[in-house]
Protein backbone atom coordinates (compact mmCIF):
# COMPACT_ATOMS: atom_id res chain seq x y z
CA UNK A 1 0.00 0.00 0.00
CA UNK A 2 2.90 2.27 1.09
CA UNK A 3 4.24 1.29 -2.24
CA UNK A 4 1.57 2.44 -4.29
CA UNK A 5 1.19 5.69 -2.39
CA UNK A 6 5.50 6.46 -2.85
CA UNK A 7 4.88 6.09 -6.78
CA UNK A 8 1.97 7.99 -6.87
CA UNK A 9 3.22 10.80 -5.08
CA UNK A 10 6.52 10.56 -7.69
CA UNK A 11 4.02 10.99 -10.54
CA UNK A 12 2.36 13.90 -9.47
CA UNK A 13 5.59 15.72 -8.09
CA UNK A 14 6.96 14.97 -11.55
CA UNK A 15 3.89 16.37 -13.32
CA UNK A 16 4.01 19.41 -11.65
CA UNK A 17 7.44 20.03 -12.03
CA UNK A 18 7.15 18.78 -16.28
CA UNK A 19 4.77 21.64 -16.14
CA UNK A 20 6.71 24.44 -14.09
CA UNK A 21 9.43 23.39 -16.39
CA UNK A 22 7.47 24.07 -19.50
CA UNK A 23 6.26 27.74 -18.81
CA UNK A 24 8.05 30.34 -20.53
CA UNK A 25 10.69 32.60 -17.75
CA UNK A 26 8.65 35.51 -18.85
CA UNK A 27 5.08 35.05 -18.95
CA UNK A 28 4.45 38.71 -20.39
CA UNK A 29 6.52 38.01 -23.62
CA UNK A 30 4.06 38.63 -26.88
CA UNK A 31 3.29 35.53 -28.69
CA UNK A 32 4.71 35.07 -32.44
CA UNK A 33 3.97 37.60 -35.01
CA UNK A 34 1.47 35.55 -37.81
CA UNK A 35 1.31 37.85 -40.71
CA UNK A 36 -1.87 36.14 -42.43
CA UNK A 37 -3.98 36.57 -38.85
CA UNK A 38 -2.91 40.54 -39.26
CA UNK A 39 -5.63 42.78 -40.44
CA UNK A 40 -8.34 39.74 -41.10
CA UNK A 41 -10.76 41.90 -38.84
CA UNK A 42 -10.94 44.72 -41.28
CA UNK A 43 -10.67 42.93 -44.08
CA UNK A 44 -13.70 43.85 -46.38
CA UNK A 45 -15.88 40.99 -47.13
CA UNK A 46 -18.25 40.99 -50.19
CA UNK A 47 -20.89 37.62 -49.84
CA UNK A 48 -21.09 36.79 -53.82
CA UNK A 49 -24.87 34.48 -54.39
CA UNK A 50 -25.51 33.17 -57.47
CA UNK A 51 -27.66 29.94 -58.46
CA UNK A 52 -25.92 28.39 -61.12
CA UNK A 53 -23.58 25.51 -60.99
CA UNK A 54 -19.21 26.48 -60.74
CA UNK A 55 -19.19 25.16 -64.12
CA UNK A 56 -20.63 27.45 -65.91
CA UNK A 57 -19.85 30.75 -67.41
CA UNK A 58 -21.29 32.62 -64.67
CA UNK A 59 -20.53 30.20 -61.86
CA UNK A 60 -16.79 30.30 -63.35
CA UNK A 61 -16.58 34.02 -63.63
CA UNK A 62 -17.94 34.41 -59.96
CA UNK A 63 -14.73 32.26 -59.34
CA UNK A 64 -12.31 34.43 -61.35
CA UNK A 65 -13.40 37.52 -59.96
CA UNK A 66 -12.79 35.95 -56.45
CA UNK A 67 -9.21 34.99 -57.39
CA UNK A 68 -8.74 37.98 -59.10
CA UNK A 69 -9.47 40.23 -56.04
CA UNK A 70 -7.77 37.75 -53.55
CA UNK A 71 -4.75 38.65 -55.76
CA UNK A 72 -4.67 42.44 -55.89
CA UNK A 73 -6.66 42.97 -52.43
CA UNK A 74 -6.11 39.83 -50.59
CA UNK A 75 -4.77 42.18 -47.51
CA UNK A 76 -8.05 44.20 -47.83
CA UNK A 77 -11.13 42.40 -49.38
CA UNK A 78 -12.05 39.15 -49.86
CA UNK A 79 -14.98 37.70 -51.77
CA UNK A 80 -17.14 34.70 -50.78
CA UNK A 81 -18.52 33.08 -53.64
CA UNK A 82 -22.06 30.69 -52.87
CA UNK A 83 -23.23 28.93 -55.77
CA UNK A 84 -25.97 26.27 -56.97
CA UNK A 85 -28.62 28.44 -54.79
CA UNK A 86 -26.89 27.50 -51.14
CA UNK A 87 -27.49 31.14 -49.72
CA UNK A 88 -30.52 31.98 -51.84
CA UNK A 89 -32.74 30.81 -54.30
CA UNK A 90 -33.12 33.57 -57.69
CA UNK A 91 -36.34 34.00 -56.34
CA UNK A 92 -35.33 35.75 -52.83
CA UNK A 93 -31.65 37.08 -53.77
CA UNK A 94 -32.59 40.53 -55.00
CA UNK A 95 -34.29 41.41 -51.50
CA UNK A 96 -31.23 39.76 -50.13
CA UNK A 97 -29.16 42.04 -51.72
CA UNK A 98 -31.55 45.12 -50.96
CA UNK A 99 -31.42 44.81 -47.21
CA UNK A 100 -27.67 43.89 -47.23
CA UNK A 101 -27.48 40.31 -46.44
CA UNK A 102 -25.42 39.93 -49.33
CA UNK A 103 -23.41 42.00 -51.42
CA UNK A 104 -23.30 40.83 -54.97
CA UNK A 105 -25.50 39.02 -57.18
CA UNK A 106 -25.45 38.41 -60.92
CA UNK A 107 -28.87 37.36 -61.85
CA UNK A 108 -30.29 36.73 -65.25
CA UNK A 109 -32.16 39.68 -67.05
CA UNK A 110 -35.37 38.02 -66.66
CA UNK A 111 -35.32 37.59 -62.95
CA UNK A 112 -35.33 41.55 -63.22
CA UNK A 113 -38.39 42.34 -64.85
CA UNK A 114 -41.18 41.61 -61.95
CA UNK A 115 -38.99 45.10 -60.20
CA UNK A 116 -38.31 46.62 -63.37
CA UNK A 117 -40.62 45.39 -66.51
CA UNK A 118 -38.66 47.52 -68.68
CA UNK A 119 -35.61 44.82 -68.91
CA UNK A 120 -38.31 42.73 -70.27
CA UNK A 121 -36.78 44.11 -73.79
CA UNK A 122 -33.76 41.80 -73.49
CA UNK A 123 -35.99 38.69 -73.41
CA UNK A 124 -38.10 39.56 -76.49
CA UNK A 125 -38.09 36.68 -78.70
CA UNK A 126 -35.37 37.06 -81.76
CA UNK A 127 -34.17 40.18 -80.84
CA UNK A 128 -30.77 39.19 -81.04
CA UNK A 129 -29.85 37.87 -83.87
CA UNK A 130 -26.06 37.57 -83.03
CA UNK A 131 -23.31 38.20 -80.08
CA UNK A 132 -22.70 41.78 -81.48
CA UNK A 133 -26.06 42.81 -81.51
CA UNK A 134 -25.95 41.27 -77.93
CA UNK A 135 -22.99 43.65 -77.27
CA UNK A 136 -24.20 46.74 -78.56
CA UNK A 137 -27.07 46.55 -76.50
CA UNK A 138 -25.44 45.65 -73.36
CA UNK A 139 -22.99 47.98 -73.93
CA UNK A 140 -24.64 51.15 -75.58
CA UNK A 141 -27.52 53.45 -74.60
CA UNK A 142 -30.23 50.40 -74.10
CA UNK A 143 -27.81 49.03 -71.26
CA UNK A 144 -27.33 52.51 -69.83
CA UNK A 145 -30.99 53.06 -69.42
CA UNK A 146 -31.92 49.59 -67.93
CA UNK A 147 -28.83 49.81 -65.47
CA UNK A 148 -29.92 53.58 -64.64
CA UNK A 149 -33.34 52.15 -63.23
CA UNK A 150 -31.59 49.78 -60.54
CA UNK A 151 -30.68 52.77 -57.95
CA UNK A 152 -34.36 53.18 -57.12
CA UNK A 153 -33.96 50.00 -55.01
CA UNK A 154 -30.50 50.66 -53.84
CA UNK A 155 -28.57 48.62 -56.04
CA UNK A 156 -25.95 49.77 -58.65
CA UNK A 157 -25.18 47.33 -61.95
CA UNK A 158 -21.26 47.03 -62.23
CA UNK A 159 -21.21 45.18 -65.40
CA UNK A 160 -23.06 42.40 -67.61
CA UNK A 161 -21.54 38.56 -67.98
CA UNK A 162 -22.77 36.34 -70.82
CA UNK A 163 -24.43 32.86 -71.25
CA UNK A 164 -25.50 32.65 -74.60
CA UNK A 165 -28.83 32.16 -76.50
CA UNK A 166 -31.58 30.12 -75.30
CA UNK A 167 -32.89 26.65 -76.88
CA UNK A 168 -35.79 24.29 -76.18
CA UNK A 169 -36.01 21.59 -74.49
CA UNK A 170 -39.14 18.74 -74.11
CA UNK A 171 -40.03 15.40 -72.92
CA UNK A 172 -42.65 14.66 -74.98
CA UNK A 173 -42.30 15.74 -78.49
CA UNK A 174 -39.52 17.45 -81.46
CA UNK A 175 -40.16 21.21 -81.34
CA UNK A 176 -40.43 22.12 -84.87
CA UNK A 177 -43.11 24.42 -85.34
CA UNK A 178 -45.08 26.30 -83.86
CA UNK A 179 -48.36 24.33 -83.54
CA UNK A 180 -45.67 21.13 -81.89
CA UNK A 181 -45.83 23.53 -78.19
CA UNK A 182 -49.66 22.81 -77.97
CA UNK A 183 -50.13 21.53 -74.66
CA UNK A 184 -47.43 21.33 -72.98
CA UNK A 185 -46.08 23.23 -70.08
CA UNK A 186 -42.80 25.00 -69.81
CA UNK A 187 -40.64 26.42 -67.22
CA UNK A 188 -39.96 29.52 -67.29
CA UNK A 189 -38.49 32.53 -65.33
CA UNK A 190 -40.10 35.24 -63.85
CA UNK A 191 -40.68 37.29 -67.32
CA UNK A 192 -44.20 38.36 -68.45
CA UNK A 193 -42.30 38.63 -71.63
CA UNK A 194 -41.14 35.15 -71.96
CA UNK A 195 -44.70 34.21 -70.63
CA UNK A 196 -46.41 35.68 -72.88
CA UNK A 197 -44.25 33.96 -75.73
CA UNK A 198 -44.65 30.62 -74.83
CA UNK A 199 -48.97 31.69 -74.85
CA UNK A 200 -48.00 32.76 -78.40
CA UNK A 201 -46.78 29.49 -79.46
CA UNK A 202 -49.90 27.23 -77.54
CA UNK A 203 -48.31 26.38 -74.54
CA UNK A 204 -48.90 26.43 -70.70
CA UNK A 205 -45.95 27.90 -68.24
CA UNK A 206 -45.18 27.08 -65.00
CA UNK A 207 -42.45 29.59 -62.91
CA UNK A 208 -39.96 27.85 -60.55
CA UNK A 209 -36.09 28.79 -59.56
CA UNK A 210 -33.77 27.07 -61.54
CA UNK A 211 -32.67 25.19 -59.05
CA UNK A 212 -35.74 23.54 -59.36
CA UNK A 213 -35.95 22.59 -62.58
CA UNK A 214 -34.30 19.47 -62.96
CA UNK A 215 -36.68 17.78 -60.29
CA UNK A 216 -39.77 19.25 -62.28
CA UNK A 217 -39.36 17.77 -65.33
CA UNK A 218 -38.29 14.16 -63.78
CA UNK A 219 -41.64 14.59 -61.91
CA UNK A 220 -43.40 15.25 -65.04
CA UNK A 221 -44.65 19.00 -63.68
CA UNK A 222 -43.54 20.40 -67.10
CA UNK A 223 -42.75 18.90 -70.29
CA UNK A 224 -40.06 21.18 -71.31
CA UNK A 225 -38.03 24.77 -70.54
CA UNK A 226 -35.70 26.84 -71.89
CA UNK A 227 -31.81 27.67 -71.46
CA UNK A 228 -28.58 27.50 -72.42
CA UNK A 229 -26.64 24.69 -73.67
CA UNK A 230 -24.22 24.97 -70.77
CA UNK A 231 -27.12 25.25 -68.35
CA UNK A 232 -28.55 22.26 -70.19
CA UNK A 233 -25.45 20.14 -69.59
CA UNK A 234 -24.23 21.56 -66.20
CA UNK A 235 -27.86 20.62 -64.76
CA UNK A 236 -28.17 17.25 -66.70
CA UNK A 237 -31.56 18.73 -68.21
CA UNK A 238 -30.48 16.72 -71.98
CA UNK A 239 -30.61 13.67 -69.63
CA UNK A 240 -34.37 13.85 -68.94
CA UNK A 241 -35.46 15.67 -72.02
CA UNK A 242 -36.09 13.58 -75.29
CA UNK A 243 -35.59 16.97 -77.86
CA UNK A 244 -33.86 19.81 -78.49
CA UNK A 245 -34.13 22.43 -80.67
CA UNK A 246 -31.51 25.27 -81.89
CA UNK A 247 -33.50 27.77 -82.16
CA UNK A 248 -31.26 30.85 -80.88
CA UNK A 249 -34.50 32.70 -80.07
CA UNK A 250 -33.39 34.47 -76.97
CA UNK A 251 -30.54 35.65 -74.99
CA UNK A 252 -29.41 34.87 -71.71
CA UNK A 253 -27.27 37.23 -69.84
CA UNK A 254 -26.51 38.62 -66.09
CA UNK A 255 -26.16 41.51 -64.43
CA UNK A 256 -23.62 42.40 -61.90
CA UNK A 257 -25.31 43.90 -59.45
CA UNK A 258 -24.23 45.49 -55.58
CA UNK A 259 -25.95 46.74 -52.73
CA UNK A 260 -25.50 50.44 -53.28
CA UNK A 261 -25.10 51.57 -50.06
CA UNK A 262 -22.12 48.61 -49.62
CA UNK A 263 -20.69 50.04 -52.42
CA UNK A 264 -20.51 53.91 -52.22
CA UNK A 265 -19.01 53.35 -48.91
CA UNK A 266 -16.17 51.44 -49.79
CA UNK A 267 -12.79 53.54 -49.83
CA UNK A 268 -12.43 54.89 -53.21
CA UNK A 269 -9.68 52.89 -54.19
CA UNK A 270 -10.38 49.68 -53.38
CA UNK A 271 -13.95 50.43 -55.34
CA UNK A 272 -12.12 51.52 -58.39
CA UNK A 273 -9.74 48.05 -58.21
CA UNK A 274 -12.89 45.94 -57.74
CA UNK A 275 -14.37 47.95 -61.27
CA UNK A 276 -11.25 46.95 -63.09
CA UNK A 277 -11.62 43.09 -61.64
CA UNK A 278 -15.32 43.44 -62.66
CA UNK A 279 -14.59 44.51 -66.11
CA UNK A 280 -11.57 42.38 -66.83
CA UNK A 281 -14.07 39.47 -65.50
CA UNK A 282 -16.81 40.25 -68.11
CA UNK A 283 -14.26 40.51 -71.05
CA UNK A 284 -12.66 37.09 -69.79
CA UNK A 285 -16.55 36.01 -69.49
CA UNK A 286 -17.40 36.69 -73.02
CA UNK A 287 -15.21 34.45 -74.96
CA UNK A 288 -15.59 31.53 -72.47
CA UNK A 289 -19.61 31.12 -72.59
CA UNK A 290 -19.22 30.78 -76.30
CA UNK A 291 -16.87 28.03 -75.52
CA UNK A 292 -18.11 26.23 -73.11
CA UNK A 293 -21.79 26.49 -75.19
CA UNK A 294 -20.12 25.65 -78.13
CA UNK A 295 -17.96 22.50 -76.33
CA UNK A 296 -20.76 21.46 -73.91
CA UNK A 297 -22.91 21.23 -77.35
CA UNK A 298 -21.04 18.79 -78.95
CA UNK A 299 -20.70 16.83 -75.50
CA UNK A 300 -24.63 16.48 -75.59
CA UNK A 301 -24.33 15.25 -79.04
CA UNK A 302 -21.94 12.47 -78.72
CA UNK A 303 -23.86 10.95 -75.04
CA UNK A 304 -26.82 10.48 -78.08
CA UNK A 305 -29.33 11.10 -75.22
CA UNK A 306 -31.14 13.47 -77.02
CA UNK A 307 -32.48 14.12 -80.81
CA UNK A 308 -31.22 17.81 -81.64
CA UNK A 309 -33.03 19.90 -84.43
CA UNK A 310 -31.73 22.81 -85.80
CA UNK A 311 -34.15 25.39 -87.18
CA UNK A 312 -34.07 25.86 -90.78
CA UNK A 313 -34.56 29.50 -92.38
CA UNK A 314 -38.02 28.95 -93.07
CA UNK A 315 -39.22 27.08 -89.72
CA UNK A 316 -37.73 30.16 -87.81
CA UNK A 317 -39.85 32.20 -90.20
CA UNK A 318 -42.69 30.27 -88.83
CA UNK A 319 -41.68 30.83 -85.04
CA UNK A 320 -40.96 34.41 -85.58
CA UNK A 321 -44.22 35.40 -87.71
CA UNK A 322 -46.12 33.36 -84.12
CA UNK A 323 -44.03 35.68 -81.64
CA UNK A 324 -44.94 39.05 -83.99
CA UNK A 325 -47.81 39.85 -81.44
CA UNK A 326 -45.52 39.37 -78.05
CA UNK A 327 -43.97 42.64 -79.20
CA UNK A 328 -47.10 44.26 -79.30
CA UNK A 329 -48.55 42.88 -75.97
CA UNK A 330 -45.45 44.41 -74.11
CA UNK A 331 -45.04 47.67 -75.62
CA UNK A 332 -47.28 49.17 -72.53
CA UNK A 333 -44.75 47.54 -69.93
CA UNK A 334 -41.97 47.83 -71.27
CA UNK A 335 -41.86 51.39 -73.20
CA UNK A 336 -42.45 52.20 -76.77
CA UNK A 337 -39.40 54.06 -76.83
CA UNK A 338 -36.83 51.20 -75.53
CA UNK A 339 -39.32 48.53 -77.57
CA UNK A 340 -38.32 51.37 -80.78
CA UNK A 341 -34.86 51.25 -80.10
CA UNK A 342 -34.42 47.52 -79.70
CA UNK A 343 -36.45 47.46 -83.27
CA UNK A 344 -33.82 49.56 -84.78
CA UNK A 345 -30.77 47.63 -83.52
CA UNK A 346 -32.52 44.03 -84.53
CA UNK A 347 -33.03 46.00 -87.78
CA UNK A 348 -29.23 46.94 -88.15
CA UNK A 349 -28.02 43.45 -87.75
CA UNK A 350 -30.18 42.38 -90.52
CA UNK A 351 -33.02 40.99 -87.84
CA UNK A 352 -35.90 40.05 -88.53
CA UNK A 353 -38.93 42.62 -88.60
CA UNK A 354 -41.79 42.79 -86.56
Request: aromatic share 10%; charged share 20%.
Amino acid sequence: MKSFISIGLFVLVGLITAILIGFPPNMSKPLPFDAEQTGLKDRIVIKFSHVVAENTPKGLAAERFAKLVRERLSDRVEVQVYPNGILYSDKHELDALSRGDIQMVAPSFSNLTNAFPSWGVLDLPFAFPSQQAVDEALQGEIGEQLLAELTDANMAGISFWHNGFKQMTSAQRPLIHPSDFTGQTFRILPSKVVEEQFHALGAQTAMMPFTEVYRSVVNGDVEGQENTISNIYSKRIYQVQRYMTISNHGYLGYTVIVNQSFWEGLPADIRSELEQILAETAQWNRGLAQQLNHEQLDEIKKSGIVNIHQLSAEERDEWIKALAQVYIQMEQEIGAPLLAQIKELGQKYDAYRY
